[in-house]
């Protein structure tokens, strides 16, 4: 794939950081990195975004691979078959990661924050009947927080508080599975487009057109994005064919969205 686009005359820096962007008075792009300057006509943003941490002591000692912290369920699930988790978050990617692991898991410890989930009533109802079944595997700890994970090599143990009465208890597990959001890496962006109070880059969604004339978002930085390796690729195919039909014809950055540009007809 390098190869490919290095066929087409692309340039690849790596290694340095881009520090801002900037409109120029005659309609350009500035990318500011590290000193250095690059101009361009049209920008496709693709920053990425990071799993939220909790910041508690033992996240950091065990998020190497096979330590006992995840951040994905759907990836790790199968490693804890037969083992005792804890489950943290009250989304809805929580609740559909927890339901997940409890196809795997022996045991499965969910713990909220909160004395009820703010994920849709459509999950929660599927989440309780589990945890309501006859021997489930499923337990759930509300008005909870971890403020530690334990262990030696791996994860043997977390230390939960509960909010309300301040008791903690040492309470063993074999992993940790943190779900509690996205952190996208859009600090750089501030001021120069939209971003949605949590950071995300606002945009159309169909044709990832930003704020900022000739700037195109793609991937898991920008508003109503899935989250998913393929969807990021295909936004990128996107913002790359919007970019050539907005350097042949720069009005259409206003344009409403429509079927008159046919993807397929470019």
């Given at each position: ?50 799993y ?15 330590a ?10 199968p ?9 943290i ?14 196809k ?30 006859p ?15 334990e ?9 939960l ?24 890496n ?31 978002a ?49």
């Open positions: 794939m390098k190869k490919q686009a290095q066929s087409f005359g692309t340039v690849i820096e790596t290694g340095i950081e881009v520090s801002a962007l900037e409109k120029l008075p005659d309609g350009s792009i500035a990318v500011n990195c590290d000193g250095d300057k690059y101009t361009a006509r049209a920008v496709i943003l693709s920053p990425g975004s990071d939220r941490k909790l910041g508690i002591p033992g996240e950091e000692k065990f998020r190497n691979a096979g006992g912290v995840s951040y994905c369920g759907t990836c790790d699930a490693f804890f078959k037969g083992k005792h988790v804890v489950a978050g009250g989304g809805n990617t929580a609740l559909e990661e927890t339901l997940h692991l409890t795997f898991a022996e045991k499965v410890t969910l713990i909220h924050r909160r004395d009820e989930f703010r994920a849709t009533g459509v999950i929660i109802d599927e989440l309780l009947q589990k945890a309501n079944e021997n489930s595997n499923l337990i759930i700890k509300y008005n909870t927080v971890a403020t530690a994970i262990g030696d090599d791996r994860v043997q143990s977390a230390r508080k509960n909010v309300k009465t301040a008791e903690e208890e040492e309470y063993p597990c074999d992993g940790v599975f943190i779900f509690i959001g996205m952190t996208p859009t600090d750089f962006l501030k001021g120069f487009v939209k971003l949605t109070g949590n950071g995300f880059i606002r945009c159309d969604c169909a044709y990832l057109r930003t704020s900022v004339p000739g700037v195109f793609a991937g898991d930085c920008r508003i109503g994005a899935t989250m998913q390796l393929a969807t990021a690729v295909g936004d990128g195919v996107t913002a790359a064919i919007m970019l050539k039909q907005y350097l042949k014809n720069p009005n259409f950055w206003n344009e409403a969205v429509s079927d008159a540009l046919s993807l397929a007809g470019w």
